[in-house]
């Protein structure tokens, strides 16, 4: 069961020094907006990827950060590097300033975030099936949600999908966002998790179960939640895909 504990915000914190968490260490030494000097997502990462955390072997982080960019080059890619021990981090970036020496274990896939041999060649960067996917790139929503789509496949069974800076998904003078279309992407989504493995139609509840043969779509079998914390959505991949009818309930009583 994912939970997110947020107990007392660390920036409010008097000894706010002495309470920084490892990971909001890291996101302040390298720079990151991340940190609790800004958006403070690494206080949602932590729980987040509490669980997950000693198992995960590759992250993909789309948006890198090159010299074009505000903050330190490549930051976050560092961070994630040294808070995952044993992961490969593979940073995706339009932007060839991102390459460079970003020390052991980054790899760098160079091209736009809806570029399918771009997204290729991270996956097989990151091994074939990353344990987390952050996209912090573009911040268009057509974007953000045809990255999505194709990478969640991708994505191993139990991991993670998260899409930051939702804030943006409603400006539509900076990015040229239509909210509503990110609406609709949710939205779907939630429904996919809602019906939990059954065929939705009008009839009553009850006969549901009972319905005959039919298929669920990918995000059907394969989105285990859909978590929305503050500047950022969360979707977990099931460890294995729901069956129709979600069988395992049924046998569960
Ligand atoms: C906010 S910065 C990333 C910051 C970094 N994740 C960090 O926390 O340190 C966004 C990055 O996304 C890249 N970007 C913007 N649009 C993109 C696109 N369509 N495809 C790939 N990268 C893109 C920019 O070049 C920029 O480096």
Redesign the pocket.
Known sequence: MLSVHVLQRRSDHPNRDETLSDLDKLALQ?????GSHHHNYVETYESLFEDIRPSVKSLI??????V??K??R????Q?WRDWFPDAVVV?????PT?QGDNGPRIQIAI????SKSTLDLAVSMAGGSPNII?D?????NR?SIATFEYLWPHLADGGIYVIE?TQCTYTMPVFGNDRVEFDRFLLNLIRCVDVNGRKVTDRDIADLNKMGDFALNTYESTVQSVLAVRGMVAVTKRQRPLSPGNTEVAAAG
């Open positions: 390298y720079g990151t907006d991340k982080e789309i948006g890198a950060g090159g074009s960019y903050g330190e490549c930051a976050s890619l961070m940073g995706v970036d339009n932007d991102v091209g736009d975030q809806t952050i912090d790139g573009s911040h268009i974007l800076d």
